[in-house]
């Protein structure tokens, strides 16, 4: 981004040393090129429309008083009312609230979903603290931050240490504020508070669907096709499930206590049960374990990263014989790697588009809290798969029409829906 000459200090605009922010600006400006006429409205895009940074002080159990730093950052909502999670982790910061909140852009509109893009979080390790005190903070946060969320302006959900609790309070405070209960303000509530049946396994169920359609592309069948997982949580036992279901062979397995391997294919249901029972896939019978370097190198159809940022990059991508790669996870390929991966021929379905099943079914929550009328879980899911199949075809047909990556494509896709949006409302005044 260019310096204005005369300003001396860097705006928070600027990317420079901005971490997440940086990267996203860089996205930007490779799509700008395919955006045509509306390139003029691109740095709609370089700026978060709104940015709330709130002081969130409470008294702590030992009676002493503490500070912590809150933000909410609502990247656009050209195209309908933010969305997005709020993470509470001592690392939080501005810049990288304000590349959640636009990733959160892309992803809503990549889908087709009525949303913009929001992030929000809080600058704290929630281990140091109780329950009482968590729950006084979410409180506290939610209302600073209730001057600019509600049911058609904002809707946070769960992010990175919070959890269908801290949205029972967000929406309880919210609610005591407004003087009536608004379960529509939040999404991944409990479901005896107006959440969804199937919000659970969503996120799994569109990596699952997404990777059945690469796979077609690709002319791999899934019957017995091979899938390498790293993640064995909420999205990658899921979606090694549903996998494992369709007749593939979930043959390696990783998560934080080591890798299983077996050639012929895991017993997926009993992993699960054995990582319930300790904690992880470590030791689980019938499988050998693996070293990571082992593990990232296996011949696979599928290689599924669903766990942490950054997992496939320099070191790595060079070994990766996978010949599709789904990322269940936010941000598990470095730049670096995508160009390695792409140059040998992979296939990469980017995290934008293959983890958006979560937000899908975020948003049915918050259609079926509207009306007061709630789904059956099959028709969530049948939902959910039509909506994640459409999302995939329009992307692939844009790779396929300007010859890029699916991540690009998808930028693309996105960007091009939230600034034909901006030209159609024109600007105010
Ligand atoms: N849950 C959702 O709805 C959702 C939606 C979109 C994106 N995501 C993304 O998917 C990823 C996984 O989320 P989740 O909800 O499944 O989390 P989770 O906490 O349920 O599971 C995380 C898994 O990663 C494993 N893991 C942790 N550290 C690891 C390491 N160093 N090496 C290997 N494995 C490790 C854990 O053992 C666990 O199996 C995250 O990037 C998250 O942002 C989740």
């Given at each position: 981004m260019s310096e204005h000459p005369t300003h001396q200090l860097p705006s928070?605009?600027?990317?420079?040393?901005l971490g997440p922010w940086g990267v996203y600006l860089e996205q930007v400006e490779r799509v700008t090129p395919y955006l045509?006429?509306?390139?003029?409205?691109?740095?709609t895009l370089k700026r978060p429309k709104r940015s709330l940074i709130v002081d969130v002080p409470i008294e702590l159990d030992n009676g002493t008083i503490a500070h912590f730093e809150g933000y909410r950052v609502?990247?656009?909502?050209?195209?309908g009312p933010g969305k997005g999670g709020v993470r509470f982790h001592q690392d939080v910061t501005l810049s990288e609230v304000m590349a959640l909140a636009a990733w959160m852009s892309v992803k809503t509109a990549a889908v087709n979903l009525p949303f913009g893009g929001a992030k929000g979080g809080i600058r704290?390790?929630?281990?140091?603290?109780s329950r009482g005190e968590l729950e006084r903070i979410t409180r506290r946060y939610t209302s600073e931050i209730g001057v600019i969320i509600?049911?058609?302006?904002d809707i946070p959900a769960p992010d990175v240490n919070t959890n269908a609790q801290t949205m029972a309070w967000m929406m309880d405070t919210y609610s005591m504020n407004e003087g009536a209960t608004t379960t529509?303000?939040?999404?991944?509530?409990?479901v005896s508070l107006g959440g969804s049946l199937g919000r659970v396994e969503a996120t799994g169920r569109g990596v699952y669907v997404v990777g059945c359609e690469a796979a077609r592309d690709k002319g791999i069948?899934?019957?017995?096709a091979r899938v390498v997982i790293q993640g064995f949580g909420n999205v990658g036992g899921t979606a090694a499930r549903l996998f494992y279901e369709a007749g593939?062979?979930?043959i390696a397995v990783q998560d934080h206590t080591g890798c299983v391997h077996n050639a012929n294919g895991l017993e997926v249901l009993a992993l699960l049960k054995h990582v319930e029972e300790?904690?992880?896939?470590?030791?689980?019978?019938?499988a050998e374990s693996l070293g990571a370097a082992d593990f990232w190198a296996l011949e696979t159809e599928l290689l599924i990263?669903?766990?942490?940022?950054?997992?496939?990059n320099e070191d790595n991508a060079n070994s990766v014989r996978a010949r599709i790669v789904i990322e269940?996870?936010?941000?598990?390929?470095?730049p670096e790697a995508d160009d390695i991966l792409t140059s040998k021929g992979t296939l990469i379905v980017p995290d934008v588009l293959a983890n958006a099943g979560g937000v899908t079914v975020s948003y049915f929550e918050w259609v079926q809290d509207f009306s007061s009328f709630y789904w059956t879980e099959p028709e969530i899911n049948h939902r959910l798969e039509a909506m994640m199949r459409a999302a995939y075809t329009s992307v692939a047909a844009v790779a396929d029409k300007h010859q890029v990556t699916q991540r690009t494509a998808a930028f693309i896709t996105a960007c091009t829906r939230i600034l034909e949006s901006r030209e159609v409302r024109g600007l105010y005044p």
């Open positions: 928070y605009l600027n990317s420079h040393e045509g006429k509306l390139s003029k409205w691109v740095e609502q990247h656009n909502t050209t195209r704290i390790d929630p281990r140091n603290y509600g049911p058609n302006k529509g303000v939040v999404t991944g509530k409990p069948p899934i019957e017995g593939a062979k979930v300790h904690g992880g896939v470590a030791g689980c019978p019938d990263p669903a766990a942490l940022e950054s997992q496939i269940g996870a936010n941000g598990p390929t470095t």
